[in-house]
Each structure stands twice: as structure tokens, then as C-alpha cells.
């Protein structure tokens, strides 16, 4: 009986403070907005829209998916600028479009390179299967937020081979 108490003691206080953490903004995963550090963001295997929506429709042969990475987002006076890492050893010496799109973008917008608002540059990887670029833009009037994506292109179809995107869209 005295050990039914204790455990229900000891699940309400875990149950409390668990509370507490979340209403005062513990554990939070990301860098503020503009801070020095800029906000890590992982990159997803996930095809988007231009608007930043998951596509409902995959290419009719699926990619296989073997890199993985993230960006570090940060702002520099009336600049955005993503550091992108990316890692895919199965693939040494493999050249990837890296783009940086401003949002919020109308469903309808191209965002490849040359659309407006968007900004894009080559990332080859190394003998060892790594790489990392550095891609700056002007923050457009109007954009409350950017996002990254990574594609390999395809020479057999308009789909790319592999692409991966931010997980979400990073305030600025």
C-alpha cells in the first residue's frame, strides 16, 4: 500500500513539473529570431510546394533518400543567411541546387532558380560524402520567414533524384 502512495506521490510531482517546464518555455529547441547563433533546422526527406505545403503526390519512381543535414538560419542587418550541411557518404562527389526561399509564398508561385524572392547555389560534396555552402539573400519587403531546399537534379526526369527540405519555415 505505502508503495502505491509513493508512485502516485512521485507521478504527480513528475506530472507538475513536466507542467511547469511547458508554461514557462523550458526545453525550447530553437534560437530566437536575428540572434547571433542563427536557428538549426533539421532537413526532411519531404517534397514541398512552393508555399511551403507537402506535395500529395510522389514521382512515379520514388527516391531513395541516404543524406542527411541541416541549415543554421540566422539574420545580418536587412540579410538572411543559411549555412547548409549535408552528409551523404553512399554518394561522394555529387552535386546538389541548394535554394533559400522568402515566405509566405502564393501556392500558385514558381520558386526555382530565377523566381522572384528565391536565391540558389551549388553544393558539391567532398571525397568523403560532405559538404557545406553558405547562401545569402536580401530580405524582401513583405517576407516574415525562409526556408531551404535541397535537390539533387535528374537526368531521366523533371523530378529530382533527392530532395530534402527544412522542417519549417524559420521567422525573420
Known sequence: MRTLISIGFSAAAIIVATSSAAAFGANTATAAPGSNGGTRVALQATQRHCDFSRTN???????????????????????????????????????????????????????????????????????????TVTIQDGIRQGTTGVWVIIQRPNEHSQDPAEVYTSEFVVPV
Open 57 to 131: 503526390f510522389a514521382p512515379k519512381v520514388p527516391h531513395v533518400s541516404e543524406a542527411v543535414g541541416s541549415v543554421v538560419i540566422r539574420t545580418a542587418g536587412s540579410s538572411v543567411v543559411a549555412e547548409v550541411n549535408l552528409v551523404n557518404t553512399a554518394e561522394p562527389g555529387m552535386h546538389y541546387d541548394v535554394g533559400l526561399i522568402q515566405a509566405p509564398r502564393p501556392s500558385s508561385a514558381t520558386c526555382g532558380p530565377g523566381a522572384p524572392r528565391t536565391t540558389y547555389t551549388g553544393l558539391d560534396l567532398d571525397e568523403a560524402g560532405r559538404g
